[in-house]
């Protein structure tokens, strides 16, 4: 009987040492840097997610390494929660490169139901590119993407592989097929993606007239990828210029200050390149309205080429919006020495001008040097 109770007792207080080591194992696991990350990504506040996110970024969680914030991450890739799992898949995304571990786990998911989901696991493939390594890998299952029934998918593939081209510097025949295919897309942002990333090797020219016809329909907000295909294909291509002069200035807007700069840019690249840019704005016909002119003369103005489009900007000054009167004012203050027209022009605006601000801008111009103003684009000789 004393050797069963003995045994009993054994027993029990192995059982309880177990158990108490099991509750510590419990407890260092959720006291951890790495468990109490993951589940501040899991908080009701927004705010609070978006700092914890940007802090593992940069390494400035305590005891927790990028490296191992990523780890972490690829472990909750299972979870049935969507709204958690996008999350977590944009914070993946921040910390690469990813480990190859990720790439299986990814892979499913850009096969996912949600297409969410699978835009998320897309966005996130680019990340775990390894341009060390010559399997195509991530690479090939972008491509499998780009044919996703939802355009969200489709622009996160072409996104993501121009995040590879970036990072190699290499692309595959295969994958500039697949991407000027996508140029006849029937969603616009996904043929101006696909464009912009075709540009980085020599291609895009063909979806100029895509863009053409979208800049003329949409705000500056909408256009960005759009100017962005321009930027990138104005340095070889006149009709791209083309294109930028007369977005310039649509009518019931301002003057579209990211075109000037894009414009002045170009200009400033050599006097080849400012011809260019020049003969373009040269070009507008005079039967095609008062805001495609005023816009060729702001082009003008804003590259130090103002004399040549003294004309045109006395005729903005006339311009039903104010801020092209205001810009037209500007050129013609800035032309050294003074044009007479030009000089004319401003006293006809220094006593008719409704605008305080521009009949004021006028009357400082006509007192000389001392009242001149800032130029709209960037300083350079007039001509």
């Known amino acids: 009987m004393p050797r069963r109770i003995r045994s009993l007792r054994v027993a029990t207080l192995m059982a309880l040492v177990a158990a108490i080591a099991v509750g510590l194992g419990i407890y260092r696991d ?52 969507p709204e958690f799992l996008c999350f977590a898949l944009a914070a993946l995304r921040d910390l690469d490169p990813l480990p190859a571990s990720a790439v299986p786990t990814l892979a499913a998911l850009t096969r996912a139901n949600d297409p969410e989901i699978r835009a998320s696991a897309v966005h996130a493939l680019g990340a775990a590119f390894d341009p060390g390594v010559r399997e195509a890998g991530p690479a090939a299952l972008l491509l499998l993407r780009l044919a996703d029934p939802d355009s969200r998918v489709r622009v996160a593939a072409v996104l993501a592989l121009d995040e590879v081209i970036v990072r190699s510097g290499r692309f595959e025949e295969s994958a500039i097929s697949s991407l000027s295919a996508l140029l006849k897309d029937p969603e616009p942002q996904v043929r101006l993606d696909a464009a912009l990333t075709l540009t980085r090797v020599g291609r895009g ?33 006149d009709e791209a210029l083309r294109i930028l002069v007369a977005r310039a200035y649509l009518p019931g807007d301002e003057p579209d200050p990211e075109v000037l700069r894009i414009l002045v840019r170009v200009a400033a690249g050599s006097e080849a390149d400012r011809r260019r840019v020049i003969a373009r704005a040269l070009d507008v016909d005079p039967g095609q309205g008062l805001h495609r002119r005023a816009g060729a003369a702001l082009v003008l103005g804003a590259i130090g080429a103002g004399r040549l489009a003294v004309p045109m900007l006395i005729e903005a000054t006339r311009h039903p919006e104010w801020t092209v009167r205001r810009s037209a004012v500007r050129h013609l203050a800035e032309l050294r020495p003074p044009d007479p027209a030009a000089v004319e022009a401003l006293r006809v605006v220094a006593e008719s001008e409704k605008a305080d601000v521009i009949r004021d801008l006028a009357a400082r111009a006509l007192e000389g040097p001392g009242g001149r103003t800032a130029p709209l684009g960037t300083r350079g000789a007039n001509r």
Do not use: K, N
């Open 205 to 237: 020219l063909e979806i100029l007239p895509t863009i053409d016809a979208f800049v003329f329909f949409h705000g500056h907000g909408d256009c960005r990828t759009a100017f962005r295909v321009l930027d990138a294909l104005a340095g070889r291509s």
């Open 30 to 81: 959720r006291t951890s840097p790495r468990r109490r990350w993951v589940e501040s990504l899991r908080s009701a506040d927004p705010e609070f997610r978006q700092m914890e996110r940007f802090m593992a970024s940069y390494g400035s969680i305590p005891g927790l390494s990028r490296r191992d914030a990523g780890r972490a991450l690829v472990d909750e890739l299972g979870d049935r929660d």
